[in-house]
């Protein structure tokens, strides 16, 4: 109890001091994590609003493939990117393994199938006579279907919270492609996981408990677009 | 000179049949009922002919024109419809009656203007920052009805505007679709089961049957003096609806 206490003093004086290590590290956390989301949702968004909106052979396969690539265990991610950009990997000339560039790949691949299913049932969670009403008001089938994305936008923001709450918190993808180097990859994550490892638990006790605020800053940013919102056109 | 012809129109809901070769000419500038009991293909008849949806055999003639993939969005676009459940989207009333005018790409000056207008002339005026969601059954009805008034139809289509309303608003409502069709010279489609909305509102009326046209004609003689069994049958209250 002890040294819980004393570890949660110290990780206050650590985020009271603005200790550099501290803050360097939630800084990549947050590049990595969030260049990944906006990836994410710029290929998932459109790939889900398309599944979701159009009627094709093969379309209960996709969202089948969609609703398993939500559930890729990180560590397996990690561990593809790694051997494609290994040295003797195919993309190995890259020289991106260990660099927050190969981090941001390994991400952006857990967020896209994430957000894009979670498009799909945003949409399909849209009054079908949404589309037609539009149709009827002389939209074209494009405006309709951006209609049918206006309407679902707060759903679709939660499947953006969602993609960024995946990524921040995952810690295999990033530890295998990033190697967790001290003032290059190292993320909030991998930190916790190193110095719980090595029993430091102030820095592990401060980066979790920035870890929260940003989940709470998320979600709380969330709800107040879903509250305030309403009647903006 | 006909506003809207179908020419034997035929639609299926999988192996159900819910128009049988209906043919039937609205006259340019008239309101026109059209009556049947529940079923019997009316909505579906209406979205045919507001070009939503393609008929399995038959076409649907606009001012004698038919739909070709190239003019289907010109077309549809001469016209509006207002469904039985008003759908308003997630917006303000404003926002709302903007909508069509915004598709269509018209300036921003414009779009506002209209608006106001087909709000002032469904009795919305003080509505236009409110949310369209938090609105009453009537109140969102009329919204929609101004959405539609906004982009100044040559033909308007209407969906039982009025059935799950009271009679307030009821009223409000057919006051705004005689002064469409009387200052706008709009033509009027309403599909409606009170006949006795249809003998206030419209001058001709076809009247439709399990799928199938019965009856059509001025809507007085269609009421009064029936020429079909169906119709008679309708009109006296024998069928069930």
């Given at each position: 109890m002890q040294d819980i206490l004393s570890g949660f003093a110290q990780a206050a004086r650590l985020l009271v001091s603005g200790d550099a290590q501290v803050w360097s590290i939630v800084a990549l956390s947050l590049f990595v994590s969030g260049i990944s989301t906006v990836i994410g949702c710029a290929i998932g968004i459109p790939v889900g609003a398309a599944v979701g909106l159009r009627r094709f052979a093969g379309r209960r396969l996709a969202i089948t493939t969609l609703n398993v690539g939500m559930a890729l265990p990180p560590v397996v991610v990690g561990l593809l990117v790694y051997l494609f950009l290994s040295r003797r990997g195919p993309l190995g000339f890259l020289a991106l393994l260990f660099t927050p560039t190969a981090m941001i790949i390994a991400q952006t691949i857990l967020a896209a199938p994430l957000v894009a299913a979670l498009t799909v049932a945003a949409v399909n969670g849209v009054d079908p006579a949404v589309r037609l009403t539009a149709l009827s008001l002389g939209a074209t089938d494009r405006q309709a279907a951006r209609r049918v994305l206006a309407e679902a936008r707060f759903a679709l923001a939660a499947a953006v919270v969602a993609g960024f709450g995946a990524v921040i918190s995952e810690v295999g993808a990033v530890m295998i492609v990033g190697g967790n180097i001290a003032g290059h990859t190292r993320v909030m994550t991998t930190a916790i996981m190193l110095e719980t490892s090595k029993g430091d638990f102030a820095l592990a006790i401060a980066l979790g408990i920035i870890l929260l605020l940003v989940a709470f800053a998320v979600n709380l940013g969330l709800s107040y677009l879903q509250q305030g919102r309403e009647a903006s056109p | 000179m006909i506003a809207v012809a179908a020419r034997g129109i035929t639609y299926a809901y999988g192996d159900r049949v819910a128009l049988r070769e209906v043919s039937l000419e609205v006259p340019r500038g008239e309101i026109f009922a059209l009556l049947g009991p529940n079923g019997a293909g009316k909505s579906t008849l209406l979205r045919l002919m507001a070009l939503l949806d393609v008929p399995a055999a038959g076409e649907i003639r606009i001012a004698g024109e038919a739909p070709t993939p190239a003019t289907r969005l010109a077309l549809r676009r001469r016209a509006a419809l207002v469904f039985q459940r008003p759908l308003l989207f997630r917006a303000s009333v404003l926002a709302n009656v903007a909508y069509g005018l915004r598709v269509r790409g018209l300036r921003r000056r414009e779009i506002e203007e209209r608006s106001r207008w087909a709000l002032d002339l469904c009795g919305l005026r003080g509505f236009e920052r409110r949310s369209a969601r938090q609105l009453s059954g009537g109140e969102a009805q009329l919204v929609s009805l101004a959405r539609a008034v906004a982009l100044r139809p040559e033909i308007l289509y209407l969906d039982e505007p009025t059935t799950d309303l009271d009679l307030a608003h009821a009223a409000q409502i057919e006051q705004v679709i005689r002064r469409c069709n009387q200052e706008l010279g709009a033509t009027v489609v309403l599909v409606t089961h009170n006949f006795f909305q249809a003998r206030r509102l419209a001058a001709a009326a076809a009247l439709l049957h399990e799928g199938e046209l019965a009856e059509t004609g001025p809507c007085a003689t269609l009421l009064?003096?029936?020429?079909?069994p169906r119709t008679a049958a309708f009109v006296s209250g024998e069928t069930i609806y």
């Open positions: - | 009064e003096s029936p020429r079909d």
